[in-house]
């Protein structure tokens, strides 16, 4: 991880100064903006690793930054924002976001997460032509180029949500406690928050099943947590 860039894009400068030295202290680059605009154009210019991204920024906001990037560029996306309603985070992720926290913030936490996201793409990498594709009734996943078809149509998954439906779909049948996926998807258990999964879950939902209020390939198992269905037809 050592001198990975990550682009941290609030207009506070104690904020951003407090990152800065957390992550500098772990051998990241820092790359730091105060503004939306200058963001999209930092992504294009360094390839940042990561992104940690406020939501209110003057001029374009971190969700509009988000919805841009999302068009087109698949760089996780931390929020880190003084907005902390649900409807705040469920928004956040609904759009791309990867994972969210709220101001005031542990520092240490923050640096934890970083490091959880950037050991996943790293595994993800070392394992991306492990497996070829997984094929079931209406719907593909192609684990080497990261796309997934329902009905022979490409659709576009956040970085998270393929993770889940790829882990899912990889043993079908199998449940997995909420707790489990989220580990194996954000490589952490007690520092997450149970609603960033089941929103990926939500959307993951809206995106591949037929009928989302009636799903048909992730299954809810009531009072245990979810499994993916391969016998669907």
Aim: glycine share 6%; aromatic share 6%.
């Amino acid at each position: 991880m050592s001198g990975q860039k990550i682009l941290i894009v609030d207009d506070e400068p104690e904020i951003v100064e407090l990152i800065t030295i957390y992550l500098e202290r772990e051998g990241f680059t820092v790359i730091p903006c105060d503004n939306g605009q200058l963001a999209l154009e930092l992504v294009i210019m360094h390839r940042p690793a990561l992104i940690i991204l406020d939501i209110l920024l003057p001029g374009m906001d971190g969700i509009e930054v988000c919805r841009q990037l999302r068009k087109n560029d698949p760089t996780p996306i931390l929020f880190l924002s003084c907005k902390s309603e649900e409807i705040d985070i469920i928004l956040g992720l609904s759009i791309g976001g990867d994972d969210y926290m709220t101001k005031p913030f542990s520092p240490s936490q923050l640096v934890a997460r970083v490091k959880a996201q950037l050991r996943r793409s790293a595994l993800l990498d070392q394992h991306r032509h492990e497996a070829d594709v997984l094929r079931f009734p209406g719907l593909e996943i192609d684990l080497v180029s990261h796309t997934v078809k329902v009905n022979n149509k490409t659709v576009q998954l956040s970085a998270k949500e393929f993770d889940l439906i790829s882990i899912m779909a990889k043993t079908p049948n199998r449940v997995y406690r909420l707790e489990q996926l989220y580990e194996l998807v954000w490589s952490l258990d007690s520092l997450g928050d149970p609603r960033t999964l089941i929103v990926h879950i939500s959307n993951l939902r809206k995106k591949i099943e037929p009928n989302p209020a009636e799903p048909k390939y992730i299954l809810t198992v009531r009072g245990f947590g979810y499994k993916f269905n391969g016998t669907y037809g």
